[in-house]
């Protein structure tokens, strides 16, 4: 991808200049440096990722066309303290706030990419990406403009929000409200969101005119609630201290919001905009000076609080007035020739004092200072100044460092695989990053980490605990995606064809362990824990029950059974109910009981129960006795004959077949062979790590009421799809006589498909035992999948997985052609 020398040699040549530069500075002389770097990346996928991050952010109901197959439904109460409606949005970083003010922020200036560069976006094919994920939040913003003079800025509480470790789909926490209202006023909040909505209605103006007016109607009314109503919004609402306190007050927000109304009001009609052009030149005065000085602000950057610095560029765009154009020179040339402090790898360091986030601000202040390169033009001396600086500060972060590591996930060489990300984590004991499992479950592609905390080139470890340097958000990726379209627009570049990559699921996300607990000659006492690991994506198990296969001895007959519990964190045990001739079973009933991946009594629940009967008894031909340790006291392992079902639904287990009037089965052989598996299951937090069979997520095998095991067939109306499908079918690991299978089907259509179903014949007369994220189907060699109701969308250029269980013989070929929807696929190697 990258050529290794072209890199190298720039990132030398760089690191001469600056030295250069900074002894010239020392000796009084104005330095120049102005390096044209070469294009060593790939800009195309850079891009492609660093928006798919903005998916993985959504709070709310998952749209169809999000891509991140790992997030579900979340936040979905958001508002219901308040009577409103506020779910949507995005989730603020590695935690799970919904921050008004960075969220707008992020908006602006992903906005303001889209109006500058908005030709990269098409060519490269991720305009319907952007303009997804840009209309998701402005949707969010309408809902939280309640009235002309009403605007919720936050849900969720930081403190509380921050005590929970754990996927947002699980969260347990209030979620409380905040709003700005003409008593409780926020000029910076609302005037950033004015500029969000304004910009975004520019975006919007050539494709849905009815939703950019829209948008700008409420830009302008929230305009005039800041400017009419003045005050600092964590001033009133203090929940936002100290995590995103208006440190730069309010008086940039109202010049940027102006600028952005003007911009949008002359997009829909020329001349209509110029009352507040007048207003941002008029409160121009007001913003910030260095200290002891009337010099304008120039040694911070702009970023979520403070505006005044874009203000500067585009002012001097817009007007070519000398104030604005000295303001953003001096400013420009602060970072990219001055004193501005930096590594000696060349990465400008803005917050000395605290260490957030310096990629973030190195982004920013690359993409303000491509944008007014290309204001001034090539013929300009200052043009390869300010776009050499910028190219250098963006593929610092892309891999041209003294580190040669990338601070993009899943892209480039070593890049971070362990940001603070609680949905990347996918932990399930709460246990804070520092928890279990080792490393994240998710790539969260595209996201930007914080980077270097001081000025030294190695202040960063791929750390989740560390949030200064590994942390990622919304605003570090916003300006860092505009500036990734102006670099593919000059330099090009390729986004990845089969991107997402589907992702396989580390080991069982529901399932059951069990021992038995204590046993005599006419009782077994079973210990079984029910387990919720589920991170594709995590989600609540509070309609669950499990079910004990055991054999009646000839002569006795259920009357003679008694049930009872030792210890119970479920709920009731009932049966015995027959399920084939002399086979029956115990139902334990966990329906009131909340199992989910959010902490070390949540995640796993307990039950003791005991069967004894007052005749013959022989635990040995139970079915579900089968494969469990029998010594008493032993610890529970993945009991893959106690069927766990939720809502009905199998998730886990094998249920017993049919069988005949003999009333007998063979317990299953001790394989002679340890499959290996492709991934590494991730341990329990205590005791062993248990040897377990892969994941079945929600099959859609009904509860049987017969004597024998009925197969559901859902009625389901496939979409008919225009385009094509690509399926790629993976023998995770085989043994004798079984394997593990992997299914990854792939919409390359141009619309969404809406209910599937996957068909194909196996070549040698396999046999599907088990599946998981489906509902199958096998009629001899005959087989087919159907979505179940979670995964039935997907979306173009999206992809959804299936696993399973299958027995073989002699050979295990792998099927030569499928069809998605009586639609023939292409089969990947």
């Not at 202040?365 to 600086?389: C, E, I, K, N, Q």
């Amino acid at each position: 991808m990258r050529n290794r020398l072209s890199q190298l040699t720039t990132f030398r040549l760089v690191s001469c200049m600056l030295l250069l530069a900074l002894i010239a500075t020392a000796i009084g002389l104005t330095p120049f440096v102005a390096v044209r770097a070469a294009p060593a990346y790939n800009y195309g996928e850079a891009l492609q990722k660093s928006i798919w991050f903005y998916e993985a952010q959504v709070s709310g109901p998952k749209p169809a066309w999000n891509r991140v197959a790992w997030r579900g439904d979340s936040a979905l109460n958001d508002g219901s303290d308040v009577s409103k409606n506020l779910t949507g949005g995005w989730f603020d970083a590695g935690d799970h706030v919904k921050f008004g003010l960075p969220m707008a922020a992020s908006a602006t200036m992903l906005a303001w990419g889209v109006v500058e560069y908005r030709e990269a976006y098409v060519s490269s094919g991720q305009l319907t990406h952007l303009l997804n994920n840009l209309r998701w939040v402005n949707d969010y913003f309408i809902k939280a403009h309640t009235a002309a003079n009403e605007l919720y800025v936050q849900v969720g509480d930081g403190n509380a929000d921050h005590n929970f470790w754990g996927p947002p789909e699980v969260m347990q926490m209030a979620r409380p409200a905040a709003k700005l209202t003409a008593g409780c006023p926020g000029s910076d909040a609302a005037g950033e969101t004015a500029a969000a909505m304004a910009a975004s209605s520019m975006v919007f103006r050539s494709t849905d005119a009815a939703y950019a007016d829209t948008l700008l109607t409420h830009a302008e009314q929230l305009y005039t609630f800041a400017d009419t109503y003045r005050g600092k919004y964590s001033d009133c609402v203090t929940g936002a201290n100290p995590f995103y306190t208006s440190w730069s007050g309010y008086h940039d927000e109202l010049v940027w919001g102006a600028i952005w109304l003007y911009r949008a009001k002359e997009a829909k009609q020329a001349g209509s905009g110029a009352s507040y052009l007048t207003k941002a030149q008029q409160y121009y005065t007001n913003l910030g000076t260095e200290p002891q000085s009337t010099i304008k602000s120039y040694k911070w950057t702009i970023a979520w609080d403070d505006k005044s610095y874009g203000a500067y560029v585009l002012l001097a765009k817009l007007t070519g007035g000398q104030t604005y154009r000295d303001d953003a020179q001096r400013w420009l040339d602060y970072w990219s020739v001055g004193a501005g402090p930096r590594t000696p790898g060349g990465l400008i360091i803005v917050d000395t004092g605290g260490g957030w986030g310096s990629l973030r601000y190195a982004a920013n202040t690359a993409f303000a200072a491509l944008v007014y390169a290309d204001y001034l033009g090539t013929g300009s001396s200052l043009y390869a100044r300010y776009h050499d600086f910028a190219v250098n500060q963006i593929n610092y972060a892309l891999g041209a460092n003294p580190n040669n590591r990338s601070y993009v996930i899943g892209f480039g060489n070593n890049p971070p695989i362990n940001p603070h990300h609680r949905a990347a984590h996918g932990s399930w004991i709460n246990g804070g990053p520092t928890g279990v499992p080792l490393n994240n479950r998710h790539m969260l592609y595209g996201a930007l980490v914080g980077g270097p905390t001081t000025t030294n080139d190695n202040a960063y470890t791929d750390d989740r605990g560390d949030f200064k340097a590994n942390e990622v958000a919304t605003d570090y990726n916003a300006g860092f995606t505009s500036a990734l379209a102006r670099l593919y627009r000059e330099y090009g570049g390729t986004p990845l064809v089969n991107f997402p990559v589907a992702e396989t699921p580390d080991g069982p996300e529901l399932s059951i362990e069990a021992s038995v607990n204590a046993s005599g000659t006419n009782f077994t006492e079973i210990k079984a824990y029910v387990i919720n690991k589920s991170a594709w994506p995590a989600r609540m198990l509070d309609r669950g029950t499990f079910r004990y296969f055991f054999t009646l001895e000839p002569g006795v007959t259920p009357s003679m059974l008694s049930l009872n519990t030792n210890y119970n964190q479920c709920g009731t045990v009932t049966g015995p109910t027959q399920w084939s001739d002399n086979i029956y079973y115990v139902t334990i009933n966990c329906t009131n009981a909340k199992i989910f991946p959010g902490g070390q009594s949540e995640y796993r629940k307990e039950v003791q129960f005991r069967i004894t009967s007052s005749g013959a008894w022989n635990p040995t031909n139970d079915w579900s006795y089968d494969g469990i340790p029998t010594t008493p006291g032993s610890t529970p392992v993945a009991a893959n004959k106690i069927v766990l079902y939720d809502n009905s639904v199998k998730v886990w287990g094998a249920e017993p077949g049919p069988i005949g009037p003999t009333n007998t089965f063979t317990p299953t052989p001790t394989r002679t062979t340890t499959p290996t598996r492709t991934t590494t299951p991730t341990p329990t937090p205590t005791g062993p790590t248990p040897t377990f069979t892969p994941t079945p997520t929600k099959t859609n095998t009904p509860t049987p009421t017969r004597t024998t095991t009925p197969t559901l067939t859902p009625t389901i109306t496939p979409t008919p799809r225009p385009g094509g499908c690509q399926v790629t079918y993976t023998i995770v690991n085989q043994w004798i006589p079984g394997f593990q299978g992997d299914v990854v089907i792939r919409n390359t259509g141009s619309t969404a498909i809406n209910n599937w179903t996957l068909s194909w014949t196996f070549p040698n007369s396999q046999t599907i035992t088990q599946l998981w994220n489906g509902s199958y189907t096998q009629s001899g060699a005959n087989v087919s999948v159907t979505n179940l109701s979670w995964n039935a969308t997907i979306g173009s250029n999206g992809t959804v997985n299936f696993g399973f269980l299958a027995n073989w013989n002699g050979t295990n070929a792998k099927p030569a052609a499928f069809t998605l929807n009586g639609t023939a696929c292409t089969v990947t190697p």
